[in-house]
């Protein structure tokens, strides 16, 4: 992979979760050909979470030829990384990868505090149906998919385990805003913390259900996994993201 100067765009934080196929003769690696999910940096040693079940669809994914990818984006274009390492949380729906820049660096910090319902959110993913848009639009182009911003507010929050085999764990958030297939890993943010010098993660979202009523949205709560110490990153999750921060960036532009 070519040399990378990473800046301070959200876009250089928040990542899509690829697959594409890399030429054992060429050594070379194709354009990403699908996109699964959505994932984001935290701490200082290039390591980011997603939601475990887009782990584990990225491992589905992948064919012998195939290698797992991201694609950060800045002035000078896109920049691909590949996916080294990962490891699922033991009982919630939260992932962690290990790309191979170990000095990729974050200003997000996972929150070790609880939000009650009516908290405001923003959060930022790569939707599936956007990519396929683009992808019409744009001949011959390739699947380089747009970061799109939502914002929503925690309709309730719930303290038992939800009927899917999808949604695992045992707390969850339920949100008003959708973010649909692709936008699974991406942080929910404490919109209060935006103007800070550091962003809040207050959670993961991993899914929405339609049903009765209006649709809603499910987010992983960070309690749930910020005191967890992945083997391949060797602390835990809110220590690594405590190594971040706005010492490492100018906090300019970072929409």
Same mark, same amino acid.
């Given at each position: 992979?070519? @040399? ?8 250089e934080?928040?990542?899509p979760l690829?697959?594409?196929? +890399? ?11 699908? #996109?699964?999910?959505t994932?984001? #940096? ?9 939601a475990a ?5 990225l ?12 694609? $950060?984006?800045?002035?000078? %274009? ?16 939260? /992932? ?6 170990s ?34 639009i744009?001949?011959n182009?390739? $699947? ?11 309709r309730?929050?719930i ?7 999808? +949604? ?15 936008? =699974?890993g @991406?942080?929910? $943010? @404490?919109?209060? =913390?935006?103007? /800070? =010098? ?13 049903g009765?009523?209006?649709?809603? %949205? ?13 083997e391949?990153?060797?602390? =835990? ?9 706005? @010492? #490492?960036?100018?906090?300019?532009n970072?929409?």
């Amino acid at each position: 992979m070519e @040399s990378y100067t990473q800046g301070d765009n959200i876009a250089e934080i928040v990542i899509p979760l690829m697959i594409a196929e +890399f030429d054992e003769i060429t050594k070379k690696l194709s354009p990403p050909k699908e #996109l699964i999910g959505t994932g984001f #940096l935290i701490g200082v040693n290039g390591f980011a979470l997603t939601a475990a079940h887009v782990v584990d669809q990225l491992v589905e994914a992948k064919k012998e030829r195939d290698v797992m990818l991201t694609h $950060l984006l800045n002035a000078n %274009g896109f920049h691909p990384f590949l996916i080294t390492d990962f490891e699922k949380h033991p009982h919630e729906d939260v /992932g962690i990868i290990k790309l191979n820049n170990s000095e990729l660096k974050s200003w997000l910090h996972v929150s070790n505090q609880r939000f009650l319902h009516s908290t405001p959110y923003t959060a930022w993913g790569f939707p599936k149906e956007n990519a396929k848009e683009l992808l019409l639009i744009r001949e011959n182009s390739h $699947l380089f998919p747009d970061l799109i911003y939502t914002e929503g507010y925690i309709r309730r929050v719930i303290h038992h385990e939800l009927l899917s085999s999808i +949604f695992i764990g045992k707390r969850f958030y339920e949100v008003s805003d959708l973010g649909g297939a692709g936008y =699974s890993g @991406s942080p929910i $943010l @404490s919109k209060r =913390s935006i103007s /800070g =010098s550091h962003w809040q993660v207050m959670g993961v979202y991993i899914g929405e259900k339609e049903g009765q009523g209006a649709p809603v %949205g499910y987010v992983v709560p960070s309690t749930s996994f910020f005191e967890w110490v992945p083997e391949i990153l060797g602390c =835990s999750i809110y220590d690594e993201s405590q190594k971040g921060g706005s @010492s #490492l960036f100018s906090q300019k532009n970072k929409y």
